[in-house]
């Protein structure tokens, strides 16, 4: 799977992660699958004091294959389907860990 592969508000989400580079996502909602922007997620950027942190390189480009990573994220949102997902850890402009709220009976074991 590819970059352009992904829907627009995928791609915005994907953009916003290397953006950030390292921080956090909160309270991103999702519809039907895919991320919604009003209402706006917070977002949290950490600030590595000794080092020049900046986007990641990829975020110039138009056309790149997405991570593994990426793309489970995306299949946990899609299962999701409706909801909110309260957390999601971004590392080296990836999303590395992610928190969503579910009933006990929706949790896999």
Do not use: W, Y
Not at 26 to 42: K, N, T
Not at 46 to 63: I, M, Q, T, V
């Amino acid at each position: 799977m590819c970059m352009e592969d992904l829907s627009p508000a995928k791609q915005r989400l994907l953009r916003l992660f290397q953006a950030i580079n390292f921080g956090r996502v909160e309270e991103l909602e999702i519809r039907e699958g895919e991320p919604e922007f009003s209402p706006a997620p917070r977002v949290f950027v950490e600030l590595k004091l000794d080092a020049n942190d900046g986007p990641r390189p990829e975020s110039r480009l138009d056309r790149f294959p997405l991570r593994s990573q990426v793309a489970r994220f995306f299949t946990q949102i899609a299962r999701l389907n409706d909801g909110t997902v309260e957390l999601v850890e971004v590392r080296h402009g990836l999303p590395f860990r992610t928190v969503i709220e579910a009933m006990p009976a929706e949790v896999e074991l």
